[in-house]
């Protein structure tokens, strides 16, 4: 537990439905999956022979020429004709139940906890009357964190996000836009007291 100016103030009790559920790798391999690959934008795209530009004539006569025939400059043996069988854009978005999520996240944040990455603030304020990247920094280096931090707080604040901005591996999380992939990424997750409680209330 950590204070609101960064001082440590002792050992804070975690929830045991978040931070003390069973391992199950298979849970969150499929939730991490399924999450890279709904991030995937699936656009890549070639030109068909009904795409491409040019080759509404036929080259030259069927017959009489000694040349093998020939219907379009655009079919896809001659250079700069078109692509067969090429990437048309797809989706690759997958389903997975929502039990299944939280149960991964409940995996991964045990997972964090037990391996000591996991700490408690009491308040996410930073001193002055606008939040600063400075004192953002100056809350971390109090906390003795420098490696991959993730900040979780129970909901948005456009002046703290601006102020963590520009701090490199500081990544400002809220309960419900917390990531998988952010736990298990993070060197360090730093919740918010009020976070953990509203982070119950979403997994109901």
Known sequence: MFSASGEKRGDEALPASLFGAPQRGAAVHQAVVAALANARQGTAQTRNRSRVSGGGAKPWR????????????????????????????????????KK????????ALSA?????????????????????TKSARSLLDAMGLKADTVLVGR????GLAR????????????????RLTDVL????????????????????
């Open 112 to 132: 964090a906890a037990a391996e000591g990455r996991v700490a408690v603030l009491e308040e996410l304020r930073l001193e002055g009357e606008r939040p600063t």
């Open 163 to 178: 102020a963590f901005a520009n701090l490199p591996n500081v990544h400002l999380r809220t309960t419900r836009s917390l």
């Open 185 to 204: 990424v993070a060197d360090h997750l730093v919740f918010v007291r009020d976070a953990i409680a509203a982070l119950e209330e979403l997994r109901g």
């Open 100 to 107: 299944l999520r939280q149960a991964a996240l409940a995996a």
């Open 155 to 158: 909901a948005h604040d456009a």
């Open 62 to 97: 069927q017959k009489g020429t000694g040349r093998a025939r020939q219907g379009s400059i655009r079919s896809p043996q001659w250079r700069h004709g078109a692509v067969v069988f090429g990437p048309n854009g797809r989706k690759y978005d997958q389903r997975v139940p």
